[in-house]
């Protein structure tokens, strides 16, 4: 008996990763020679921010994303602080506003104007003056706002709260004081109510944020963690770190049990540090190598083996830095899932790489693009101050999509319909399109009274392309076969007295209506026109089309549905 490998079904199995050209680059940017493990990048789709040289102190570029090319050597920076930037980030919910953190000891909030920088920047619109040390990690709350996470080398997490008026702040409203040396590493849940860290004590741990709590510490000694990571809802961690033998390594953690990984592999031997990067929405998992140009990516699943090897992205070039363009700023025309920003200092490049998935069609791809999380806050400050958890608003990507409600909406009442709660399937992601679906539920019901008023008496012309309905005939045998032998007039099924005789969808395009009516249809066929006579009710005729169609040798024939 032969043996085969199981297979494992997946729409992303055939993503590959695809490097920008030159001219869609930014070359001759000066890229910081800083030897923090950070990422010195940071995205939304209106900016690329990049921590630079700078003498006499730290500062950081802001770039337009759609400024690509060479950098004018003199473009103006964002310079206020008194030593080298270490972090930077982005606001989720304003793409006008980021914030900083440097070997100063401070961290800073900036304004970025919405016209092009024509001036250096050097008076931030917020100071936080709390850390004793250097500053080292800055994080972002990822559903209240203006809530700020900071970490710095006095061991201390401090919580602050920017929606005070005050331009300098010196007391935050919490501080977590739980670690034992530097904290490597900060990251979320999805609706922001644990922390997870990992320490240079080599422990990882999670941490109620409000409370100060450590809920749970890993104290397995085989894995020496740098970088940790939420995985979303699922209840797991991922950890970058070394083993015994110095070679690089991965493991997978249940949140609620940390004594024992799920999983642990070893990568390879490079001295490199790992950057994890998890997408919730496809559950894609990246691994970006510093010191390296390869960007391994993985598929998470809830059971066994939980960590899917997909594929890996290879690059002569290696990345010191990468930043992550949000999901709202992705090409969906181009079916691209994910938007890497790569930093090569050795050629002062910033090189944009692509996730795509492979697909023919051009319309948009709802299966690999579920709803998403929205550039709105889903909580104030106080309101998650005050102990309330809310997980992120949603949004779809489809283009011409209205911004989601956090609670349903419904103009009408509608009693065929079903709401279905995400809050309950998603612990709180809550996201709805009431309006869109309203609209579209309106718009066919006009379109089935305006059927029912044409008089049976008059003809119409229609024509081979869009309908005077709005709703293009289906192009190709299989999108036939998939539309369930529907009236692409007016929605309806055939009647059970509807007889219609074989035709051949390749080679002619043409309406099927499930209603009666007498109308006279000209279509055009490969070039050449066809006149089509609907017959009176219970007689069928078949039209002869052109007598041999480009791509076919056979002569096309047309049954039509009598009326």
Request: proline share 7%; glycine share 6%.
């Given at each position: 008996?032969?043996?085969?490998?199981?297979?494992?079904?997946?729409?992303?199995?055939?993503?590959?990763?695809?490097?920008?050209?030159?001219?869609?680059?930014?070359?001759?940017?000066?890229?910081?020679?800083?030897?923090?493990?950070?990422?010195?990048?940071?995205?939304?789709?209106?900016?690329?921010?990049?921590?630079?040289?700078?003498?006499?102190?730290?500062?950081?570029?802001v770039?337009?994303?759609?400024?690509?090319?060479?950098?004018?050597?003199?473009y103006?920076?964002?310079?206020g602080?008194?030593?080298?930037?270490?972090?930077?980030?982005?606001?989720?919910f304003n793409?006008?506003?980021?914030?900083?953190?440097?070997?100063d000891?401070?961290?800073?909030?900036?304004?970025?104007?919405?016209?092009?920088?024509?001036?250096?920047?050097?008076?931030?619109?917020?100071?936080?003056?709390?850390?004793?040390?250097?500053?080292?990690?800055?994080?972002?709350?990822?559903?209240?706002?203006?809530?700020?996470?900071?970490?710095?080398?006095?061991?201390?997490?401090?919580?602050?709260?920017?929606?005070?008026?005050?331009?300098?702040?010196?007391?935050?409203?919490?501080?977590?004081?739980?670690?034992?040396?530097?904290?490597?590493?900060?990251?979320?849940?999805?609706?922001?109510s644990?922390?997870?860290?990992?320490?240079?004590d080599?422990?990882?741990?999670?941490?109620?944020?409000?409370?100060?709590?450590?809920?749970?510490?890993?104290n397995?000694?085989?894995?020496?963690?740098?970088?940790?990571?939420?995985?979303?809802?699922?209840?797991?961690?991922f950890?970058?770190g070394?083993?015994?033998?110095?070679?690089?390594?991965?493991?997978l953690?249940?949140?609620?049990?940390?004594?024992v990984?799920?999983?642990?592999?070893?990568?390879?031997?490079?001295?490199?540090?790992?950057?994890?990067?998890y997408?919730?929405?496809?559950?894609?998992?990246?691994?970006?190598?510093?010191?390296d140009?390869?960007?391994?990516?993985?598929?998470?699943?809830?059971?066994?083996?939980?960590?899917?090897?997909?594929?890996?992205?290879?690059?002569?070039?290696?990345?010191?830095?990468?930043?992550?363009?949000?999901?709202?700023g992705?090409d969906?025309?181009?079916?691209?899932?994910?938007?890497?920003?790569?930093?090569?200092?050795?050629?002062?490049?910033?090189?944009?790489?692509?996730?795509?998935?492979?697909?023919?069609?051009?319309?948009?791809?709802?299966?690999?693009y579920?709803?998403?999380?929205?550039?709105?806050?889903?909580?104030t400050?106080?309101?998650w101050l005050?102990?309330?958890?809310?997980?992120?608003?949603?949004?779809?990507?489809?283009?011409?999509?209205?911004?989601?409600?956090?609670?349903?909406?419904?103009?009408?009442?509608?009693?065929?319909?079903?709401?279905?709660?995400?809050?309950?399937q998603?612990?709180?992601?809550?996201a709805?399109e009431?309006?869109?679906?309203?609209?579209?539920?309106?718009?066919s019901?006009?379109?089935?009274k305006?059927?029912?008023?044409?008089?049976?008496?008059?003809k119409?012309?229609?024509f081979?392309?869009?309908d005077?309905?709005?709703c293009?005939?289906?192009?190709?045998e299989?999108?036939?076969?998939?539309?369930?032998?529907?009236?692409?007039?007016?929605?309806?099924?055939?009647?059970?007295?509807?007889?219609?005789?074989?035709?051949?969808?390749?080679?002619?395009?043409?309406a099927?209506?499930?209603?009666?009516?007498?109308?006279?249809?000209?279509?055009?066929?490969?070039?050449?026109?066809?006149?089509?006579?609907?017959?009176?009710?219970g007689?069928?005729?078949?039209?002869?089309?052109?007598?041999?169609?480009?791509?076919?040798?056979?002569?096309?024939?047309?049954?039509v549905?009598?009326s």
């Amino acid at each position: 008996m032969s043996w085969h490998p199981q297979y494992r079904s997946s729409k992303f199995r055939h993503v590959y990763g695809k490097a920008a050209s030159r001219d869609k680059c930014y070359d001759c940017v000066p890229i910081t020679c800083s030897v923090h493990d950070n990422h010195f990048c940071a995205v939304n789709p209106s900016f690329i921010a990049v921590v630079t040289e700078c003498v006499g102190g730290g500062a950081f570029l802001v770039i337009p994303i759609k400024q690509t090319g060479k950098l004018d050597p003199h473009y103006p920076k964002v310079c206020g602080h008194k030593g080298n930037v270490l972090d930077i980030k982005w606001n989720p919910f304003n793409d006008f506003v980021i914030a900083s953190c440097s070997e100063d000891a401070t961290v800073k909030i900036w304004d970025i104007p919405n016209q092009l920088i024509k001036k250096s920047i050097t008076t931030p619109k917020k100071e936080l003056l709390g850390h004793a040390r250097r500053v080292g990690l800055i994080e972002w709350h990822p559903t209240a706002d203006n809530i700020l996470f900071s970490s710095g080398y006095d061991y201390k997490i401090m919580i602050w709260n920017l929606d005070v008026k005050d331009a300098v702040l010196s007391e935050p409203v919490k501080i977590i004081d739980v670690h034992k040396d530097v904290v490597l590493s900060m990251s979320f849940n999805t609706d922001g109510s644990l922390l997870a860290t990992a320490c240079r004590d080599r422990k990882i741990r999670v941490i109620d944020p409000r409370a100060g709590t450590v809920l749970q510490e890993a104290n397995y000694k085989s894995h020496r963690a740098n970088k940790v990571l939420f995985l979303g809802n699922m209840k797991k961690l991922f950890s970058t770190g070394t083993s015994w033998w110095n070679s690089r390594q991965i493991a997978l953690w249940d949140q609620n049990d940390l004594s024992v990984p799920l999983l642990e592999e070893d990568l390879d031997g490079s001295s490199g540090l790992l950057f994890p990067v998890y997408d919730s929405d496809t559950h894609m998992l990246y691994v970006v190598g510093k010191g390296d140009g390869n960007i391994r990516y993985y598929e998470i699943s809830p059971e066994k083996p939980y960590l899917n090897y997909l594929m890996e992205y290879r690059s002569h070039l290696p990345q010191k830095g990468i930043g992550m363009m949000p999901k709202r700023g992705l090409d969906v025309a181009a079916c691209e899932i994910f938007r890497f920003y790569k930093l090569i200092p050795t050629k002062s490049l910033i090189e944009p790489v692509s996730m795509i998935v492979p697909r023919r069609s051009e319309s948009y791809q709802e299966d690999i693009y579920p709803l998403t999380a929205a550039a709105q806050p889903a909580l104030t400050a106080q309101q998650w101050l005050n102990g309330i958890n809310k997980g992120p608003l949603l949004v779809s990507l489809k283009p011409g999509s209205e911004a989601v409600s956090p609670s349903p909406q419904f103009l009408d009442p509608e009693p065929f319909t079903e709401v279905t709660d995400l809050s309950q399937q998603e612990g709180g992601r809550m996201a709805l399109e009431d309006k869109q679906k309203l609209g579209e539920i309106r718009d066919s019901r006009k379109k089935m009274k305006l059927e029912g008023e044409l008089p049976s008496s008059k003809k119409m012309c229609l024509f081979n392309g869009p309908d005077v309905f709005e709703c293009p005939p289906p192009k190709t045998e299989n999108e036939v076969r998939m539309s369930g032998m529907k009236c692409w007039g007016c929605g309806g099924s055939p009647k059970p007295d509807d007889k219609r005789m074989p035709f051949t969808w390749w080679q002619f395009r043409e309406a099927l209506f499930c209603r009666p009516v007498s109308v006279q249809a000209l279509c055009s066929l490969r070039g050449q026109k066809l006149c089509l006579t609907w017959l009176p009710h219970g007689k069928q005729k078949c039209v002869p089309a052109a007598p041999r169609l480009r791509g076919s040798g056979k002569e096309g024939a047309v049954s039509v549905l009598a009326s």
